[in-house]
């Protein structure tokens, strides 16, 4: 079935369904930010404020491109990487893309514990948390939308995933 490619916001899942989908269908499971920090040998944080967002999302971008990629695997993506450069087109073109859809509500809910190690949400909390997630998808939201696949985040579970995968397989 090839390369199937989980994407959606920070907090959404993609990366512990992710994990567990593969196993479930006996396919290699990449986490393409942990790639990048193997590559780099460094944190997502501290890659962040050694060098700043711009040289980041170029790492990723082509961390994206040129992962050589097993026949069949469930890869997890970074919640911004879909936004930049053409990589939603990429990622279309050389697989199936996913979206785990959830709620900013939701997504505050998940984020509030567990926030340290994006860079990105560092002393956010509560309402200000919210606003930020809510500005954040509506820049996002048009690309993340241009997935093969829109999955309800809520009480998503990697058996359902599977299922709505084999239904929709082309
Ligand atoms: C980011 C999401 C993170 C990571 C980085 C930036 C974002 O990935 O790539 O902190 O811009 O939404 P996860 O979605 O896996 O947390």
Do not use: C
């Not at 919640?79 to 997504?107: H, Q």
């Not at 200000?128 to 309800?152: C, H, M, P, T």
């Amino acid at each position: 079935m090839g390369l199937i490619f989980l994407i959606g916001f920070m907090g959404s899942g993609k990366t512990t369904l992710g994990r567990k989908l593969a196993a479930r269908m006996d396919y290699e499971f990449i986490d393409l930010d942990h790639k990048l920090e193997q590559q780099v040998e460094l944190s997502i944080a501290e890659y962040f404020t050694l060098f700043g967002e711009d040289p980041f999302r170029k790492l990723e971008s082509e961390v994206l491109k040129k992962t050589v990629y097993p026949e069949n695997a469930i890869i997890s993506t970074g919640g911004g990487l879909p936004y930049f450069f053409d990589n939603m087109e990429w990622m279309n073109a050389n697989g199936r893309t996913v979206y785990i859809k959830l709620s900013p509500k939701t997504l505050a809910d998940r984020l509030e514990n567990g926030k340290e190690e994006r860079p990105l949400l560092q002393e956010k909390h509560g309402e200000a948390l919210i606003a930020f997630i809510e500005q954040k998808l509506g820049e996002r939201e048009s690309f993340y939308s241009q997935a093969n696949i829109i999955v309800d985040g809520l009480s998503l579970t990697p058996e359902k995933l599977e299922q709505i995968l084999e239904t929709k397989a082309t």
